[in-house]
């Protein structure tokens, strides 16, 4: 089974960029889609995005739209979340995810934490004003 790892997280200042990085132990993470969630302190998790396995679709929720972006890099088992113009309320843990399927037949069902069963670790962003 895959294990997924996040870094990149760490503090940044309103309104400048962040990127995540999301590697996958193995080389099977290129067969799939994954998915990136947040949970702030005291709020549920929360969709972030998602991407296919094959990178050509992506998935963002209203909340970022525009601002971060979904990529990846298969030949480093790497999925990517760019962070633009981010705000106070961006500040989370941020999860990868992935859950067996190459993607997701709308965004939706991409959304559903419960279509997911491998996560990693998290890495936290904080937003400083």
């Known amino acids: 089974q895959v294990q997924l790892v996040e870094s990149g997280g760490g503090l940044v200042q309103a309104g400048a960029s962040l990127r995540l990085s999301c590697l996958g132990s193995?080389?099977?993470?290129?067969?799939?889609?994954v998915g990136w969630f947040r949970q702030a302190t005291g709020k549920e998790r929360e969709f972030v995005g998602a991407?296919?396995?094959?990178?050509?679709?992506?998935y963002a929720a209203d909340s970022v739209k525009g601002r971060f972006t979904l990529s990846r890099d298969n030949a480093k088992n790497a999925v990517f979340l760019q962070m633009e113009a981010v705000k106070a309320e961006d500040a989370a843990i941020y999860y990868c995810?992935?859950?067996?399927?190459?993607?997701?037949?709308?965004?939706?069902?991409?959304?559903?934490?419960?279509?997911?069963?491998?996560w990693g670790q998290g890495t936290q962003v904080t937003v400083s004003s």
């Open positions: 995810a992935e859950g067996g399927l190459a993607s997701y037949r709308s965004r939706d069902a991409a959304a559903d934490h419960r279509c997911y069963d491998v």
């Open positions: 193995e080389r099977t993470l290129s067969r799939y889609a």
């Open positions: 991407i296919s396995a094959a990178g050509e679709i992506t």
